[in-house]
């Protein structure tokens, strides 16, 4: 995204899973709510399909945040338990960030069903607030000359 | 001269485990110096840095280099190895991922000094003395002044490949001599693997390899992580589905799990299979999926992951430096290092 006027705007990923998710977000879309344009969506059959890998890449390519998104746990996963596996990754996955010194609010696990539209709008209203107070995320500061 | 491949070898931020590993081919280095001729090898001849800067572009036909890039001198050093040779080996862990001494890349280089030079107990550092860029030294008896110079060291520490062009791998802490033995085949066959690979190893994950892979059960899960020097693992069973945290799954296999015969869960220095980007974050996809909890035990899943004091540490053992997040956010350049100091 471009920089103008000064102003920063966060560039934000967001994995969605296919049945609740990526269906909430269709049904923001239907329903005409406007939310900020900062976020680009991703959408995968499952949020237990979302190898932290995926994450750490979208990182190191300038994502300044990342949320990852499913069905709410404990029965709505389309998959049964893919929600839950999503859920221990991404606790370990945090432990990550902490460590190599990356703000937490950077990253976000949300369970949005196919019908909370207006959750999805309000979580990515919260996270371009929350990432614009923390500012570009520089991973890999080019340390070298 | 002879018509010999001539062979350079070069160490970087390296503990010596990859020279030993050339040293325990045992009588099958005689081969090795029957095959070819080491025109460069600090740790075992003398050779200077001129030596090789005199030989022509690309006379040199393999350089295998072990140890990360830590300091200005190893980055010159490869740059010059990498002009003069045909073929750059990087040899182990270290020079391929960064290994173990990668995992400085969690600190400053300021805070690594500090820790290094002034706090650690061991250490008695009164004037607090730090290596410095150049030293001068009056010698009053003899009426002179002697200048000192230490290379300078990078701000964090690289893997081989972030600084030259890398032909290809040979993995392990240190490789083993059975691994060594069969990239020097391959490469001396003459039958050359495509550019990238990794030769000498397997492309199957470590438990295809494991002699307890047969114990292993369908679907791991477990309710606690394990940890080799609080618990003692049960002989004959597989370490993962004890709970000890066992890199297995996702490492390279090519040492028949020598660990593992010694009853220590895998550490992962074979590194990532082909097809996967971060080594530690498809460790925390696979340690993630085999606690056993769903989320309404939130206190049991934090309870888990909290028993592993430095999943960092674990997770990236020897391949910190080569991950998508390599070293801490907000790593500056030194300001601990100064340029001269007189004494």
Redesign the interface.
């Known amino acids: 995204m471009s920089e103008t006027k000064g102003e920063f705007e966060p560039k934000i990923v967001v994995y969605a899973c296919n049945w609740c998710t990526y269906a909430a977000t269709d049904l923001a879309g239907t329903s005409r709510m406007s939310y900020p344009p900062n976020v680009r969506i991703i959408r995968v059959m499952c949020s237990g399909r979302i190898d932290p890998q995926f994450v750490l890449q979208a990182f190191a390519d300038g994502a300044d945040g990342v949320i990852v998104a499913g069905c709410h746990p404990p029965a709505d996963c389309h998959y049964i338990e893919g929600n839950y596996k999503a859920y221990r990754r991404f606790e370990l996955f945090r432990k990550l960030l902490e460590t190599m010194g990356i703000e937490q609010e950077r990253f976000r696990l949300e369970w949005i069903s196919a019908a909370e539209a207006s959750r999805w709008v309000q979580v990515v209203n919260e996270m371009v607030t929350q990432v614009k107070k923390l500012g570009p995320l520089k991973p890999n500061l080019e340390v070298r000359e | 001269m002879s018509e010999k491949p001539k062979v350079a070898w070069y160490w970087c931020a390296s503990c010596g485990g990859c020279e030993e590993s050339f040293v325990d081919l045992a009588e099958r280095l005689l081969k090795v110096f029957e095959a070819v001729d080491i025109v460069f090898c600090p740790v075992a001849m003398d050779f200077k840095r001129e030596d090789v800067e005199k030989l022509p572009d690309g006379s040199i036909t393999v350089a295998l280099i072990n140890g990360g890039i830590r300091l200005k001198e190893h980055e010159e050093m490869v740059k010059l190895l990498r002009k003069k040779s045909k073929i750059v080996i990087a040899y182990g862990a270290c020079s391929a991922w960064g290994g173990i001494p990668g995992l400085a890349n ?1 600190y400053n280089l300021d805070e690594a000094l500090e820790r290094k030079y002034l706090e650690v107990p061991t250490i008695e550092n009164p004037k607090e003395v730090l290596p410095t860029k150049k030293i001068i030294v009056n010698i009053p008896e003899a009426k002179m002044k002697a200048e000192l110079e230490l290379p300078e060291p ?3 520490l690289l893997p081989l490949d972030k600084v030259i062009d890398v032909d290809y791998y040979i993995p392990g802490c240190p490789p083993t001599p059975d691994v060594f033995w069969n990239a020097l085949q391959a490469l001396l066959s003459g039958n050359l693997p495509p550019k990238g690979a990794i030769v000498g190893a397997s492309n199957r994950s470590l438990c295809d390899e494991c002699s307890l892979n047969e114990t292993k059960p369908e679907k791991v899960l477990v309710k606690e992580f394990k940890r080799p020097d609080k618990a003692k693992p049960e002989p004959n069973k597989c370490l993962l589905a004890q709970g000890f945290l066992c890199m297995g799954p996702v490492t390279r296999g090519g040492c028949t799990a020598l660990c593992i015969k010694g009853n220590m869960p895998c550490t992962g220095c074979f590194g990532l299979l082909d097809g ?3 080594y ?3 460790a ?2 696979y ?3 085999i ?1 056993d ?4 035990e939130d206190k049991e ?2 309870k888990a ?1 909290d028993s592993i004091p430095d ?2 540490g674990t ?1 990236y053992k020897y391949s910190l430096a080569s ?11 030194p300001k601990r290092i100064k340029e001269v100091v007189e004494i």
């Open positions: 969690l990078l701000p964090v996967i980007v971060d530690g974050g498809k925390i996809s340690f993630g999926s606690l909890y769903s989320p309404v899943i934090k992951f999943w960092v997770i991950a998508k997040l390599s070293h801490k956010a907000g790593a500056k350049k």
